[in-house]
């Protein structure tokens, strides 16, 4: 009988190294995966890391392109806007003044400049799905903000004057000759029909150049902004 005993006692104490070996085994296997899971979570979070500085950066690139742009853009029409403006005048004031008329308005037919914005960086981070993964969820609405938002809004108003342009450039030719860059001679139609148009052009260049300058500010404003998360970084 003791001899039963004993012999239980081994097998019992044999169970038991076997089970505190299997559960130290599964212990280690555990710590073993959480430590892998851990890495690939920290590697994983720095690759983003480095993708968002790298986007933030080259963001910043093409917003400045498109700052340069839009700049140009503003400045041609501006200067557009008022040669309209004196040339509205002449035809008001001096009609007979055909070189004032002609200098002015070959102002205006030398170029009509619109915004079509660069936008690789952007598009690709979209198309992607990886803008949705950046951390500053300010800066992420701001930067959709400003594409899809402002620069929409630009590109079609652009489209709008681009037409306006297109149509008064064909109705001008019964003053215009677009062969010299003069206004033919001095008719009676130089009248109101020919400041109708003139006005008509001057009011679809002040509000596509207002919409112009409102991006220049947007656009400056996340400039701004990136600036101050790729410093944060």
Do not use: C
Request: hydrophobic residues 35%; without cysteine.
């Amino acid at each position: 009988m003791p001899n039963i005993f004993r012999k239980l006692r081994r097998s019992n104490m044999k169970s038991t190294k076997y089970l505190k070996y299997a559960v130290g085994e599964i212990f280690l296997v555990v710590i073993g995966i959480l430590i892998a899971l851990s890495i690939n979570n920290w590697n994983t979070k720095n690759q983003f890391s480095k993708w968002e500085k790298q986007y933030l950066i080259d963001l910043e690139n093409e917003l400045s392109a498109n700052l340069e742009q839009l700049q140009e853009v503003d400045s041609i029409q501006s200067l557009v806007g008022e040669s309209l403006e004196r040339t509205i005048a002449v035809l008001e004031n001096d009609p007979e003044n055909i070189n004032e008329l002609n200098l002015n308005y070959q102002i205006v037919q030398s170029q009509n400049p619109t915004f079509f914005p660069t936008s690789g960086v952007y598009e690709t981070s979209l198309a992607s799905g990886k803008i949705e993964e950046i951390k500053n969820n300010k800066l992420k609405y701001e930067i959709m903000n400003l594409y899809n938002r402002y620069f929409e809004r630009t590109m079609y108003n652009g489209e709008v004057l681009d037409g306006v342009v297109e149509k008064i450039d064909w109705d001008i030719l019964i003053y215009w000759d677009s062969r010299t860059q003069k206004f033919k001679p001095l008719k009676k139609a130089y009248g109101s029909e020919l400041i109708k148009l003139m006005n008509y052009h001057l009011e679809q260049n002040q509000v596509y150049t207002q919409i112009v300058k409102t991006n220049i500010t947007k656009l400056i404003e996340l400039k701004s902004s990136v600036d101050q998360e790729l410093n944060n970084t």
